[in-house]
């Protein structure tokens, strides 16, 4: 599959159809009655699927579990009340996050090379949050009583044609669909980017963050790109204004200053994310050598320095720079999955199986180190062995389209015909591509045809399969 870089214009772009109340819409008023929670839902998931198809993403099992815990904890302290959160963590330096109808919650890997502290992170995510939370999705169909869901739905179609790299296409898409309609939504847009915020601050406090982080990074970011004729993509979809930050700032100022501003692991997040986006592995390194050089205590910086030192082969030079950090914190998830990795790429298997098992003595049910062990059972070439792992791994991670690509690949090379093809039906359909997933469950059919239980349950998806393919297609119709 062919994958695009996205353009500035993302899926963010559908909030532009926000309404200006300050509070939930109650159960059965209209917004609920024209765009239904369920409705959002089944909407959302379906825009995923496009946006996964089209749009290049970070497959790092560890900076995707710390969005999700991240994500999900400031989901417990917010207004949010339908849970049911789907992620995607897209591949692209520019700073933005987006929250899109149903659950969806969209990060750029940029935001982390933006936001310089957790805090500020969690900011972001909180004003996200809070687009959910108050349904401005559906609030905005509600202004615009013209714009019904099919419409919307041709143009958040033609939002992720631009953002996977159609460029004129798909913003040609956007604009012939409701060119007068979008001019004016945008009367909305900046009451409902205030109520986001304050609802984020509100949000921020609870899950016990320092609320004037929001300010900071909205300041820092306007100053930054005050005159710049091409802002990132969150300024473009987020407009900040210096009332706005003077809004957020007075409300802010009214909390307590005893929030958590930042984190060791944050930090380790954003060394990933740095060396992810760096010229090379060897620029990075001397990056992360300089700011050792210069303050010798920075762990993050060693931690950084580690695994570029990895990338470019220095395995030796890794493992030295890593021991200070494994003596300091021995149980640090972070750093014994580093030398995991690196006692795997030195061929000392054995070593790393031991460390593996004593982390899952402390880390049960822990995403990436289920990954790191079936990428160790891989090593042993007990294909087996991780063909049980990912099934396990998959009881956590069914909607995940990262893990059900190498189950179909683990499952080819255990010679388990007929689960691949059903791995690869499952793939596709998570990135929107449903004849090529229903045409996989044909295969399988075929070399399933002597077990009746079997080709039964494979023609039960193939049908399920077929229905979501036709909702899908009405709803983007």
Not at 311 to 338: F, M, R, V
Not at 377 to 395: H, M, P, T, V
Not at 403 to 429: D, M
Request: charged fraction near 25%; proline fraction near 4%.
């Amino acid at each position: 599959m062919t994958f695009l870089r996205p353009t500035l214009l993302t899926l963010a772009c559908l909030f532009a159809a926000h309404t200006g109340a300050s509070d939930l819409p109650s159960l059965g008023d209209a917004s609920s009655s024209i765009v239904s929670p369920q409705q959002e839902h089944q909407l959302g998931r379906a825009w995923l699927g496009l946006l996964r198809g089209q749009v290049s993403q970070l497959d790092d099992p560890q900076l995707k579990d710390f969005v999700e815990t991240s994500v999900y904890r400031l989901s417990e302290t917010s207004q949010l009340q339908d849970r049911r959160l789907e992620f995607v963590l897209l591949n692209s330096p520019q700073l933005n996050a987006f929250a899109a109808p149903g659950g969806i919650v969209g990060v750029n890997g940029g935001l982390f090379l933006y936001a310089q502290t957790e805090a500020e992170y969690a900011s972001v995510m909180a004003h996200e949050l809070a687009h959910l939370s108050q349904r401005h999705f559906a609030r905005g169909v509600e202004a615009q009583q013209r714009m019904q869901l099919p419409l919307m739905a041709a143009m958040l179609a033609g939002i992720v044609a631009a953002a996977a790299g159609a460029g004129d296409a798909g913003i040609a898409t956007i604009m012939s669909t409701q060119a007068a309609a979008i001019q004016e939504q945008r009367r909305f847009s900046r009451q409902n980017e205030q109520e986001a915020d304050r609802i984020g601050l509100v949000n921020l406090e609870k899950a016990g963050y320092d609320p004037r982080a929001m300010p900071l990074m909205f300041e820092r970011l306007m100053r930054q790109y005050r005159y710049d004729a091409r802002p990132p993509e969150f300024l473009l979809t987020h407009p900040v204004s210096e009332s706005r930050i003077a809004d957020t700032r007075n409300r802010a100022e009214q909390y307590p200053a005893t929030g958590r501003e930042d984190s060791l692991r944050y930090q380790l997040m954003r060394a990933r994310v740095q060396l992810t986006y760096e010229e090379t592995p060897g620029v990075a390194a001397k990056r992360f050598r300089a700011m050792l050089d210069e303050n010798p205590g920075l762990d993050a910086a060693r931690y950084g320095l580690v695994l570029a030192q990895m990338k470019t082969g220095q395995l030796a030079e890794a493992g030295e720079t890593l021991a200070p950090l494994l003596s300091k914190t021995p149980d640090d998830i972070t750093y014994n999955l580093a030398q995991i990795e690196l006692d795997m790429a030195a061929n000392r298997l054995d070593a790393a199986e031991r460390r593996l098992e004593r982390m899952f003595t402390l880390y049960p049910s822990n995403y990436p180190l289920q990954q790191a062990r079936v990428d160790l059972l891989l090593k042993q070439q007990r294909i087996a062995d991780a063909e049980r792992a990912l099934d396990n791994l998959l009881k956590t991670r069914a909607k995940d389209p990262d893990v059900w690509y190498q189950v179909a690949e683990v499952r080819g090379l255990s010679g388990n015909t007929i689960g691949l093809h059903q791995a690869r039906a499952e793939f596709f359909a998570l990135v929107g591509d449903y004849n090529q997933a229903i045409e996989q469950l044909d295969f399988a059919k075929r070399r399933a045809s002597n077990n009746f239980q079997l080709a039964s349950r494979i023609d039960a998806r193939q049908r399920e399969l077929s229905e979501e393919k036709r909702l899908v297609e009405q709803m983007l119709r």
